[in-house]
């Protein structure tokens, strides 16, 4: 139970590194394209609701398992 519960708690940690490298990755492809917040804003987001979506899916499994 402890590690099922560890496991999803690290999904904090995963949304933020999800989100700074998939942000710095659309901050690049911006300053190449000259379309300033459009891919940086649209990967970050991408990458949040990527992340949750796992999570949630991860939760349900787990719940379903108890």
């Given amino acids: 139970m402890l590690r099922e519960i560890m496991s ?3 999904y ?3 949304i933020a590194i999800c989100s700074v ?3 710095f990755a659309g901050y690049k492809i911006d300053a190449v394209l000259g379309t300033e ?7 970050l987001f991408l990458a ?3 992340t ?3 999570l949630y899916k991860e939760a349900i499994n787990k719940l379903h398992k108890v």
């Avoid at 917040?37 to 990967?43: A, E, W």
């Fill in 8 to 10: 999803i708690s690290a």
């Fill in 12 to 14: 904090g940690f995963i």
């Fill in 21 to 23: 490298m998939f942000m």
């Fill in 37 to 43: 917040p459009s891919f940086m804003l649209g990967l």
């Fill in 48 to 50: 949040i609701f990527i």
């Fill in 52 to 54: 949750i979506g796992k």
